[in-house]
DNA sequence: CATGGAAAAGAT
DNA sequence: ATCTTTTC
């Protein structure tokens, strides 16, 4: 599990790759959704409410009124009044995106259908390997079974050249003058590997004809000899286009190329490379000696960076179709600030439900179990944002387990999780939370997969015997030319057979009249890259949170010590760096080196800005929030607050509970009244407002279940629970008892805890169930029950059949306890203040990328095939 | 507070 | 295991 698949460096330029990569996809979602608009400016926006909402997409006509991402709604309509401005659906208080993510697969699953070798990259882009169906197309070529006319080159383009049909013409120019003596010259070669794009193609247009058949989606793509230049690629021609990048057109192109277009030098580290290096474009970058390049960054980043500069990347495209993490996650910024319990456990709950929905769905589709949970969440404590994230196991797939346990591994991980004196007032506002699922593994059947068969013909309504294998011939994985080239073998290699291929590509040529004129129409310009476009949405502005944490500061303490190390080290020759060299053609180093001299080492100019020590400010002035919130609270009661409540019923929670006792109401310049409790609030805060109300809704289901439950426990135990005054005693043993609920053995409450037996006597539904006021009528008019457990409304029949579900979960849950250990506490408590100022980025960074030596482990197993023996069979 | 959310992968 | 970086 090193790194990163890699192929030979042998191979370099015998892969067909691709990058299909969906046209402003989410404006293409909405549209098919509403067809109403198809055609018009379109914006896809999300969370509306604040100037028009944030733009997360862009289509051509919007674009070409000027209308760019990361501009708001508002913004929008001033350039374009016509723009139709669909939203992100809302679930749950968040933005929801399933609906982008559904479209996602399916044109992944269109895409599938041509090549196992497929990478999912993101939801609207896919690396495809393609190399060998194209072997095998051309096969069909020398066979007379397949005909490249130009019809199956529409919308292509080849970068350097006019249009395709002038590079057709140079690529079969150079194959009609071949002889058996420059049959074996590198540029030969090149010429054999850039059919392989040209014929690679034709398949890809294909591909993106089904893509717009099955899904009526549009689609560009990149077609080049690896990972890093399809995705360049792609975004030269849009939409609905694609582009071929023969060997010939990377020095030029990357004359014009800014380094930072190339994916993985985006960031920080481009910024670096520019800044030490002195250089902003591709090109100057093969000047520098892959020693050099190891030392200002790390070995690996040094390697990948050599060989970058000259157009070659050796990352395999992996078969990759499913997510290896599910989560999902929403900021509170400014005065959405998380500082009560009650909210965040509102929040806590909104993300577990969504993560569960989600994991549910994937476990129905992919047969797999995520067993671990991670937390991340970001705290303000005095004045920073300190960012945080845990880890915990996860053992089963339920809800309630999750919110409960992602709010304990918060706590357990917070030094001060309540403010003194308090049971809810947190002591940190919370600025961020995420739920995330991982490290999946495949259900086995078997003894543990009995119980979750049983399982799953509860929540599963498929029965999904067809199990959605991505396996993958293991011959793909690094190499998966050796073998395309093994089969393909002829038994002659380069001869002088040019009379046949000369037939075949005139005959093709014969088209090309045709084929110019096609695309007269939307003339080539020639390139003026520093405007090209990569992707889709390259000009993320680099927001760089404000978010630090002890790490980072402690690097940049380090890092005066660290540069003068990287100095110190003296430029050794290096064995890898001839190695490399050694492997490259001749004509490599004819394309790239031909200008540049190599230039010495010298040293990065490190600026010194000094690390400014953590000075404490003793700023408390971050109670207002909280103020405010409590002062709609009168007549309602968070769920949270419902053990206490319970516990102690005679303490007023206006005065029991800081959340709601640090009330200092300060007199407000512009309120509205809350139509829901009329009570005045600040303008500003109405939206968080709302949210609370919510929250309170959301919530108050859970307290009657919650307290349901608790009524059971005491009727089977009788006994009391914890007295309220401690805080962390009391969240405790909140957590504990909720947990209870759905089935734990332990617990500090009682001395007759429920066991699992208990649990499997059947519960007869009427015990189980209370209705709410609300429902009360709804559930007799439908003769529906309330399920305790999780709220669902069953028929009464189903009710016995229905606790069942619930006692095999808990069942499973039983025995899944005993198997891991349980969560292991942290040690050290996370909070520790710095502060900083710098926003110095020369950093670390140090990057391990696979060793070059690797990568020329293997020898090479192949000679090249002639290009002339694509045509010599009939 | 102001893009937001999601995911991967690398670093330590 | 946790944190950072990068990208879309």
Known sequence: MSSKACINIKNKYDRVVVLVDMDCFYCQVEEKLNPEIRGKPIAVVQYNPWQGGGIIAVNYPARAKGVTRH???????QHC???????VPQVRGKADISRYREAGKEVADVLKSFTPLLERASID????????????????????KFHLLPDKLSNTFAVGYENIGQFVRKLSGTFDSSTAENSTSDKFEFNKSDLKLLVGASIVNEIRAAVKEKTGFDCSAGIAHNKILAKLTAGFHKPNKQTILPIDSIPKMYETLPLKKVKGLGGKLGDQVCEVLKITFMSELVQFPESLLQQHFDERMGSWMYLMARGIDLEAVTAKFHSKSIGCCKRFPGKNAITGLATLTHWLNELASEVMERLEKDLDENNRTAKQLTVSYSQQIENTDVASTRSIPLVVYDKERIAVDSLEAIKRNTERFFKLNSTTALNNAIKFLGISAGKFEPNAGGKSGRIKQMFQCYTSKKTNAEDISQAVPEAHKSEPLIEAQTKDKPTNESTSEASKPKRNIQHFLQNQASLVSTSKGEPNKSHPIKEIKVGEDLQHASTSGTVISRETVNQRKDMKYFIQQQRDKSVSSDTKNQC????????DKELYDATTPTI???APEQQQNDVKNAAEENNYQQNRQEEDQQEIVDDALPASEVVDKVEAPSCSYKTTYAEFYYNNPEPTAVTVECPQCRKQVPEYEFQSHQDFHFALSLSQQQRDEFRNDLKMKQMATSQDVNSPLN????????????????????GTTSTAGPSITRFLEKIPATHRVERSEQEKDDQIMHH????????????????TEHNDYHVAKRLQQELRRLEPPSPSVSSKPVVTLLTTNSSNASNNLKRKRPAVKEMMAEPNKQKHKSVSSFFTKL
């Open 784 to 799: 529906l029950i309330k399920c305790s457990e999780c709220g669902e409304l069953v028929e009464p029949q189903s009710i």
């Open 727 to 746: 805080a962390k005693r009391t969240s405790k043993a909140s957590a504990t008892a909720s947990r209870a609920t759905s089935g734990s053995t332990n």
């Open 71 to 77: 501009m708001r709604g508002d913004e929008a309509k």
């Open 81 to 87: 009044p016509e723009i139709e401005l669909p939203q």
């Open 125 to 144: 882009e896919a690396y495809l390997d393609i190399t060998e169906r194209v072997v095998t197309r051309i096969r069909e070529m020398n066979e007379g």
């Open 580 to 587: 490399i060299e050694k492997h490259l053609d001749s004509n």
């Open 600 to 602: 010495n080492d010298n």
